[in-house]
């Protein structure tokens, strides 16, 4: 008997030919046999294109990253050369005048179902593999699901109310009426859970190949998902948290346990900045637990680049022209980094003034994660970042700060002019510091007698910030800045210490797309995002018409093509899109 392979995910036809694009529609050339089809060679081919579908099917619209998306944090600006340049962006920015039709909100659904299909697709031929003659079969369905899993999981912090692909065997015409709302919320977490939990059971405790997830992987981003589930958000007419989940909250705490992360080899690098270097290296360190990897002059004509920051880049003339300048920190980050004279944040009043580096202290972690006026851009004295168009294509519309977490130094070879700028710098998905933060939000949530550890955890991440002056190590001496963090001391009631928790989060994860996620997760997006478009339209005209409506705007809307091709069997999001 002879068969065609083919996988649809909603009303997406992959065609799984060596030699096709799957962005394009192609006609079966051949047929594939049985015994070829059980060929474990041949099913390894399928794994890698469930991986290398993670580098090629996004760009600089449609970031895996999510930086795109973040734009609706106080995190950041969406930059560019004025509210028309990436205007669907800027509907985001302002949550005001977003549009089910809108491409962006269309375009991630699409890409990251493809991703879901490559990875389905692989797992209906290793379901068939004798694993006698194939001793691999367990564990590459186990990285097949984790890549599943993550697909499902940026998914769900996007749309919530979405489908899940979980049946490698359902047929083109039972794709047709899968439904978004088969599952609860609550359930809908559990489902991508069960394949994280699946990958944890049967992933090994290291990798050879350092782009393939290993158990403490697996045990984060299953930690990660129980966390997003903790607060919960069943009531299908509105976004609130209604209840925090003491269950979930353990899962937490239980995939994040010490003896799980050392056996991987996890810890923090000595320096934060270690993190966001292009360098060999510093890339796959201890605190890498899973990333995307990126090259450079392995024979292909730009290398197989990250091109989904391209439009990143600042507009160096001469240098880096073309840059585009997007995804700008805001003032309100930057003056989130100041601390007192203690060391600690300037909680509630940290947006008071704008941060000042001759007399205000600093986090060091600021000059690590912003690109500032007054200082080198990407550490390199030769290009001083100052008031004019090369930092900020909008004449200040945006301001003239730039993120440096996914810039490189112009002059280090490592940043590479193709279709746009890429870098060969890999990007971390799961990074240890997140798995500390994680499992102290999750301690001071149970408020079970563990809050000091808590504490703890985040002391960690703070002591890491106060020797991570490598880069910066003449900053105070050249350009008067005062660095000043230290960790907490003493005990902490539960709201207290989730203040220091939430703040932590912010710097330490800054610019890294967590923010807005993390806001909705806490059911705050409405409250912090509303005040801070008051604060910005003080200055700033982006703003002035501005508003967060909650209830609606935590998650996009599905999108218009995907409801009309539903058969009916999908469910629009609360808020009236």
């Not at 580098?55 to 950041?76: G, K, L, P, Q």
């Not at 920190?329 to 944040?345: C, E, I, K, M, Y």
């Not at 290009?383 to 930092?391: A, C, G, K, R």
Request: with cysteine; charged share 20%; aromatic share 12%.
């Amino acid at each position: 008997m002879k068969r065609i392979i083919y996988t649809t995910i909603l009303g997406l036809t992959l065609m799984c030919s060596s030699c096709s694009d799957f962005l394009e529609d192609q006609v079966p050339q051949g047929t594939i046999s049985d015994e070829q089809l059980k060929d474990p060679a041949y099913v390894d081919n399928l794994v890698i294109s469930a991986y290398a579908v993670w580098i090629t099917a996004e760009d600089i619209n449609s970031s895996f990253s999510m930086w795109n998306y973040d734009v609706r944090s106080d995190d950041a600006y969406k930059g560019g050369n004025g509210t028309e340049d990436g205007d669907v962006f800027h509907a985001l920015d302002v949550s005001q005048g977003i549009m089910t039709t809108a491409w962006n909100i269309s375009d991630m659904w699409q890409r990251l179902y493809n991703c879901i299909s490559r990875v389905n697709t692989a797992l209906q031929l290793l379901e068939q593999v004798d694993g006698t003659n194939y001793s691999l079969k367990q564990e590459r369905i186990a990285e097949m699901r984790f890549l599943r899993g993550h697909g499902h999981f940026l998914l769900k912090r996007l749309y919530k109310q979405i489908v899940f692909a979980n049946d490698a065997n359902l047929s083109p015409e039972e794709y047709n009426y899968l439904s978004n709302t088969t599952y609860t919320n609550d359930e809908g977490w559990q489902q991508i859970a069960d394949d994280f939990l699946f990958a944890y059971e049967n992933l090994p405790v290291k990798q050879a190949e350092k782009g393939r997830p290993a158990k403490a992987a697996a045990a984060a981003y299953l930690a990660k998902t129980y966390l997003y589930k903790a607060y919960h958000q069943d009531n299908a007419g509105s976004h609130e948290v209604t209840g925090i989940s003491s269950e979930d909250l353990l899962q937490v705490v239980k995939y994040t346990e010490n003896a799980i992360m050392s056996a991987g080899g996890c810890a923090l690098e000595p320096d934060f900045h270690s993190n966001f270097r292009p360098e060999p290296q510093y890339e796959n360190g201890p605190e890498s637990l899973w990333a995307m990897q990126y090259s450079m002059n392995d024979g292909t004509n730009n290398g197989n680049c990250n091109w989904s920051y391209g439009l990143i880049v600042p507009n160096i003339p001469g240098v880096t022209d073309g840059g585009c300048d997007f995804y700008k920190p805001s003032q309100n980050l930057v003056n989130a980094f100041r601390t007192d004279a203690a060391g600690h944040p300037v909680f509630d009043s940290f947006n008071s003034k704008d941060y000042d580096s001759q007399s205000d202290y600093a986090d060091p972690r600021l000059f690590l994660t912003v690109g500032m006026p007054g200082f080198p851009y990407a550490f390199n004295k030769k290009y001083m970042m100052d008031e004019s168009t090369t930092w900020s294509r909008s004449n200040g519309l945006y301001g003239y700060y730039v993120t440096l977490k996914q810039n490189v130094d112009p002059d280090g070879g490592y940043l590479i002019k193709g279709s746009w700028w890429g870098s060969p710098m890999n990007r971390i998905v799961l990074r240890y510091a997140d798995v500390l933060l994680m499992r102290a939000e999750a301690l001071i949530q149970l408020n079970d007698g563990r809050i000091n550890e808590a504490i703890g955890l985040i002391n960690q991440v703070r002591n890491r910030a106060r020797q991570s002056t490598s880069s910066i190590s003449d900053y105070e001496l050249e350009y008067g800045v005062r660095f000043n963090v230290q960790p907490y001391a003493g005990t902490y009631p539960q709201q207290d210490a989730l203040k220091l928790l939430k703040f932590e989060r912010r710097v330490e994860m800054a610019m890294e797309s967590e923010r807005f996620f993390d806001l909705v997760r806490w059911g705050e997006a409405a409250e912090v995002l509303n005040k801070f478009y008051a604060e910005e339209a003080n200055d700033c005209t982006i703003y002035s018409n501005a508003l967060f409506t909650k209830n609606k705007n935590e998650y996009l809307p599905i999108p218009f093509a995907q409801m009309s091709a539903s058969n009916g069997n999908y469910t629009q999001n609360c808020g009236g899109w």
